[in-house]
């Protein structure tokens, strides 16, 4: 049987790198120490499989893998660490809103249009100080096919794609944890809102052209994920207010 050895590689793979390997995600929550078997199975990988069909998608090892161990970092043992990936891309009805008619000048003969909004990235941490944070990533694309007459009187049909990446960083605090606004504003690409209360939740996002290169978009999700941290004092004024 043709590639016999890369399948069977592929079956003592975890289930949750075997889920990627197949099926492009999974959605699981597993307690922190539970997910370095995962990340040590992903990383050999390319060792065990070399078939393009059963490669990884790039962002695996270049955003989900590092986000894994940063998250975990700030969890104490007993914390949950919930991941939902989808490395499908664009393609699934699901993802896809309607088409409909653009208004169209010639050379173009007609032009249909819609959006795709792919949501491949959800991750919901407990961390060490109580508080709890919410990752999501999305690609939000906006589509369009037209066809198109030359000069020569030829019919094409065409299409292009334009990409707006979203990261949105929720922290939910613990009760009465301090809060305090940072010395200086966040960047004008990051918007940051604040609910004060008990509990208080403060909701970072940034939007910006795509896609970008898998090694800037881990580097923009950090910056983004910093923000909700920027608003509570260092230490241990930042677990609770005095």
């Known amino acids: 049987m043709f590639w016999r050895k890369q399948k069977a590689a592929i079956e003592?793979?975890?289930?949750?790198?075997?889920?990627?390997?197949?099926?492009?995600?999974?959605?699981?929550?597993?307690?922190?120490?539970?997910?370095?078997?995962?990340?040590?199975?992903?990383?050999?990988?390319?060792?065990?499989?070399?078939?393009?069909?059963?490669?990884?998608?790039?962002?695996?090892?270049?955003?989900?893998?590092?986000?894994?161990?940063?998250?975990?970092?700030?969890?104490?043992?007993?914390?949950?660490?919930?991941?939902?990936?989808?490395?499908?891309?664009?393609?699934?009805?699901?993802?896809?809103?309607?088409?409909?008619?653009?208004?169209?000048?010639?050379?173009?003969?007609?032009?249909?249009?819609?959006?795709?909004?792919?949501?491949w990235l959800r991750m919901r941490a407990e961390l060490r100080d109580g508080s709890v944070i919410e990752l999501v990533v999305t690609d939000r694309i906006r589509n369009r096919a037209y066809r198109k007459r030359n000069p020569r009187g030829k019919t094409k049909y065409k299409s292009k794609a334009k990409t707006v990446q979203i990261v949105q960083v929720t922290r939910r605090l613990a009760k009465d944890t301090a809060v305090r606004r940072p010395a200086s504003p966040p960047p004008r690409w990051v918007r940051v809102r604040v609910k004060p209360g008990r509990r208080t939740v403060i909701r970072a996002s940034g939007k910006f052209p795509g896609p970008l290169a898998n090694h800037a978009l881990i580097s923009t999700i950090l910056h983004v994920s910093t923000e909700p941290f920027r608003w509570t004092p260092p230490g241990p004024a930042a677990r609770r207010a005095t």
């Open 12 to 119: 003592r793979f975890h289930p949750l790198h075997r889920a990627l390997t197949l099926e492009r995600g999974f959605s699981v929550s597993l307690r922190r120490d539970d997910w370095e078997p995962v990340i040590q199975s992903l990383a050999g990988h390319g060792v065990e499989v070399r078939r393009r069909k059963w490669r990884l998608p790039e962002r695996v090892p270049s955003v989900l893998v590092p986000m894994l161990r940063i998250l975990a970092a700030d969890m104490p043992p007993d914390g949950m660490l919930a991941v939902a990936a989808d490395m499908r891309g664009g393609r699934p009805p699901e993802k896809n809103g309607p088409k409909y008619d653009m208004p169209v000048q010639r050379p173009i003969m007609s032009m249909k249009q819609w959006y795709t909004v792919d949501s």
